[in-house]
């Protein structure tokens, strides 16, 4: 008489760790989104200075991309669940601080911290959800629904953006993380499993140091290259220091005799490829989420609001795929669900290149849902490629290389995109050449995950 009581409350603790695992990397993402509606009102607030402005923007991006591989390494020797909880608490405390701003320089600081909360958070996430579901079937799923949380914060942070600011105000923004941050942490602690601490792991300060520089100095050089051109002289002397400090860490891992990143991982198909992959799908979907925005806002009149309604289709189509692509993998394989995935989202793209000049926005609707359906139904057969790739010691750093990929694909897709609005003769041909971008992206994409992708799923 017992099992029909015990059922639901194993089923309960079955998705505890993963809705734990989701509410901390939906605030992540969410917070690279919807801070973008609000900053015009909080420059007014605060007086801030446009730099200023820039800053609250791009200083969590900043931190969150450069410590990405620092919280993967810390992860791997401390505990992932322990540095989990350490980031979300962080980035909880962080948010309570932006939203009693009193003024800009002390918002800006306050988002530099966020962004390190959020780089202690996204590499245990992965590392976590693999932990808690080591059955090949249910970790598809959990990476699947994992992976929905970017496309779904992505999409809605400018309708949730809008909707705050116009009802309550700005502060609210970075409010509705407290609620969520303090469940989160609830649900860690008291369902997911305290995770092995590897105390050989050194964290090699030296090669943290350089990644930190090469990507802090990409993703800056990208941010800026929107605003200031490619050719400028700040823009390629970031270029160029970046390379040079992504040089620096690869003699430095040669060197090291405990590697934050063993340079054999790499040689690993999968893992080259799936990273990647991940890179390209981001810069395609952030990409067309960043141009689909300006064009909706600054050519059609659309509100805050309304431009997060009019997005709603690629929002709507993620956690769909997710599911789908996780209940497939199973049966499919990872290679066929990737590769399809990025061929749909191709289609998409392709289809609003060519919708014409000025298309209604009936016609946008299916290339939006398309390239929302792809990436999100792609991303958990890739994410599978990665995380199956690296050895369960090195699972935060493996994860950690997933996603500062994918963060520079995302800071490319959208240097690009703005650089080629401001550039081109007129708004309708920087927009088309855009989209046309993403989809040679999501083609070439799809043609790597039929290479790099194994026909079946490990584990």
Request: glycine share 12%; proline share 5%.
């Amino acid at each position: 008489m017992s099992s029909p009581q015990a059922a639901p409350e194993s089923e309960r603790r079955s998705w505890a760790p993963l809705l734990a695992v989701c509410a901390g990397y939906f605030m992540v993402i969410l917070d690279v989104t919807v801070i973008n509606v609000a900053v015009p009102v909080i420059g007014r607030e605060l007086s801030a200075s446009l730099t200023g402005v820039q800053w609250i923007t791009d200083g969590y991006t900043l931190v969150f991309a450069g410590f990405l591989l620092t919280g993967g390494a810390l992860g791997d020797r401390l505990g992932n669940r322990r540095v989990f909880c350490s980031g979300v608490a962080v980035f909880t405390a962080s948010s309570a601080a932006c939203a009693l701003a009193p003024s800009a320089p002390f918002l800006v600081v306050a988002r530099l911290v966020e962004g390190l909360g959020a780089a202690l958070i996204v590499p245990g996430s992965l590392a976590l959800l693999q932990q808690a579901y080591p059955a090949t079937a249910a970790r598809a799923r959990a990476f699947g629904l994992w992976g929905s949380m970017a496309g779904i914060a992505a999409s809605a942070g400018p309708l949730l953006g809008g909707l705050l600011v116009s009802t309550v105000g700005w502060r609210w923004v970075f409010l509705i993380n407290l609620p969520v941050g303090v469940a989160c942490l609830v649900l860690t602690l008291r369902h997911v499993a305290r995770s092995p601490r590897r105390a050989t792991r050194a964290l090699d300060w030296p090669a943290q140091c350089a990644v930190v520089a090469a990507v802090a100095l990409l993703t800056a050089a990208l941010n800026e290259a929107g605003r200031r051109g490619w050719s400028d002289g700040a823009v390629l002397a970031g270029m160029g220091l970046a390379v040079l400090a992504g040089a620096a860490f690869v003699v430095r891992e040669r060197l090291a005799r405990s590697p934050v990143l063993p340079l054999n991982l790499l040689r690993s198909r999968a893992m080259r490829g799936g990273s990647v992959i991940g890179l390209l799908f981001n810069f395609g979907f952030y990409g067309m989420v960043f141009t689909a925005s300006l064009e909706f806002q600054h050519q059609r009149g659309y509100s805050a609001l309304g431009t997060g309604l009019a997005l709603f289709p690629a929002v709507a189509m993620t956690m769909f795929a997710s599911v789908l692509s996780g209940r497939l993998s199973r049966r499919t394989g990872d290679r066929l669900l990737v590769t399809s995935g990025m061929l749909l989202a191709a289609v998409g793209l392709a289809g609003w290149a060519a919708a014409g000049a000025d298309p209604a926005y009936a016609l946008l609707v299916a290339p939006m849902m398309a390239a929302g359906f792809g990436t999100s139904f792609a991303l958990t057969g890739s994410t599978a490629t990665v995380m199956g790739a690296a050895p369960p010691e090195y699972s935060g750093a493996a994860s950690a290389l997933f996603n500062t990929a994918r963060q520079i694909g995302s800071a490319t897709g959208v240097a690009l995109g703005g650089s080629l609005l401001a550039t081109a003769t007129d708004y309708s041909t920087g927009l088309r050449t855009s989209m046309a971008i993403g989809a040679l992206a999501y083609l070439s994409a799809a043609g790597l995950a039929w290479r790099c992708v194994p026909a079946k799923p490990s584990g």
